[in-house]
């Protein structure tokens, strides 16, 4: 079984005290802290792991853990990146490196990202590919379908889709969608006209200036995209938004237009 020990007891003396005393963690901390999921570890390790804690025995913790932690996420961790910035191939790269114990390269292969992480302000991430909402955890595809497709085709369109090393693309739902929109009206009605008038400063595409979506994301953007979502009052419509004029409706699922695929 593969074992980074060396970052694994960095990142747990980083985490929880300069002098290496966790005696005052809880169990819980410590697997929250490592993003190790309880109920992947046994009962029994549990017990273990809290007493080697309590006695403050870091290397009882770091043989209990070991084969539950991943040395990719500890890496990731220890120099800040957000996994989810990372393509998956260059995590598999690094997993790699890591396997090799060729710290050199693993280092080489993160660079890029740690300056992306150090703008974690930012409210997107963006790569050649898709970009990552950090505030709502989504990816989403950068360019959409370019061409109009009905809507039993969008499904199996993203459900087909393999992108920046990722195959678990799916149509987006209306509030999925709805977290993208800096102003959002609502479902269509005849009172939406004064209402976008009143606020089309706050355009959500790059079909209009100024926009709230950077415009890396935003000059890729049209005008309406299918949702998932069906109609409660007829099977046969799905519900379809227009991210530019801040509103959402339903139409036959045979209309044709473009797809943006989230994961």
């Known amino acids: 079984m593969r074992r980074v020990i060396s970052i694994f007891f960095f990142t747990i003396s980083l985490l929880f005290s300069s002098q290496n005393d966790i005696s005052n963690t809880s169990v819980d901390d410590v697997l929250a802290s490592l993003n190790v999921e309880k109920s992947a570890v046994p009962f029994s390790v549990l017990q273990k792991l809290d007493r080697a804690i309590k006695s403050n025995n870091i290397d009882k913790v770091i043989e209990l853990l070991t084969p539950y932690i991943s040395p990719v996420d500890l890496f990731l ?62 990816m ?41 929109m800096t102003a959002y ?13 009143a606020n089309k400063h706050k355009r959500n595409s790059g079909k209009t200036d100024p926009v709230f979506l950077p415009k890396e994301i935003s000059q890729f953007f049209g005008w309406w995209y299918w949702t998932r979502d069906i109609s409660k009052t007829n099977t046969s419509y799905s519900w379809l938004l227009l991210l530019d004029y801040g509103y959402d409706d339903y ?10 695929c989230v994961r």
């Open 77 to 138: 961790m220890m120099l800040g990146v957000n996994k989810s910035s990372v393509p998956f191939a260059t995590l598999q790269k690094i997993d790699n490196a890591l396997y090799a114990e060729n710290s050199d390269l693993a280092g080489k292969l993160i660079a890029p990202y740690i300056q992306n992480s150090s703008q974690s302000s930012n409210r997107f991430t963006i790569r050649e590919n898709v970009f990552i909402d950090n505030k709502t955890g989504y």
């Open 140 to 180: 989403w595809q950068k360019r959409d379908s370019e061409r109009e497709l009905n809507w039993h085709e969008a499904k199996s369109y993203c459900e087909n889709l393999v992108l920046d090393g990722y195959s678990d693309w799916k149509l987006p739902s209306r509030d999925e969608f709805h977290t993208l």
């Open 185 to 197: 009206y609502g479902e269509w009605d005849s009172g939406w006209e004064s209402w976008f008038e």
């Open 251 to 260: 139409y036959n699922q045979y209309f044709n237009d473009f797809v943006r």
